[in-house]
């Protein structure tokens, strides 16, 4: 076995990490571009990182932009993490009490917030549904409370906020885990 993956040295973890957030942002900017030049539409937000699958389904993988932009982005954070273990050991306590409770504010937060686009995307579901229309597709559901003009695609929202209350919930572990190690 190659020797770094039995011990991996803080070079492995920033440049993993700096490869998935680089993936990551390149996604994101890539259809924030789309939307801006007009080649998509821009509300509502996110839809365009929710309305095509990469590869095409054919494909026996595949997967939304949104997914895959949330996956890179929590890799590089927890890659990211591991980078810094070292140097954030090293922050005073008080400090890392102070990131453990803004990581626990965010955390609630997109707690909120999930919970809140899943009973809004099971109610619009529902609501289609007793329409006589069960063939529309979940990912075309938006929030366009309290501004219709600025709606939010429920599929891209609900990534966004599962992805910020991870990663909430894994800066609080890393930042408990500081303290733990001897």
Not at 29 to 43: K, N, P, Q, V
Not at 77 to 104: C, D, H, N, Q, Y
Not at 152 to 168: D, E, G, P, R
Request: net charge positive; aromatic share 22%; proline share 7%.
């Amino acid at each position: 076995m190659v020797c770094w993956i039995r011990n991996p040295s803080p070079n492995v973890f920033k440049i993993l990490s700096l490869v998935f957030l680089t993936l990551s942002f390149a996604i994101f900017i890539y259809f924030f571009l789309r939307a801006s030049l007009g080649l998509d539409e821009f509300f509502p937000v996110g839809q365009n990182m929710v309305a095509l699958e990469f590869p095409p389904p054919p494909f026996p993988v595949y997967a939304k932009p949104v997914t895959y932009f949330v996956f890179f982005f929590v890799l590089g954070w927890m890659f990211g993490t591991e980078a810094v273990k070292k140097r954030a050991s090293r922050w005073p306590k008080s400090f890392r009490r102070l990131l453990f409770i803004i990581s626990g504010f965010f955390a609630f937060l997109a707690g909120y917030e999930v919970l809140y686009n899943f009973v809004l995307w099971a109610t619009l579901m529902s609501s289609v549904a007793s329409h006589g229309k069960l063939e529309m597709s979940p990912d075309y559901l938006a929030n366009t409370f309290p501004n219709p003009a600025m709606a939010w695609n429920l599929v891209f929202a609900t990534k966004i906020f599962l992805m910020t209350l991870f990663v909430a919930f894994y800066s609080m572990y890393f930042l408990l885990s500081l303290g733990s190690e001897k």
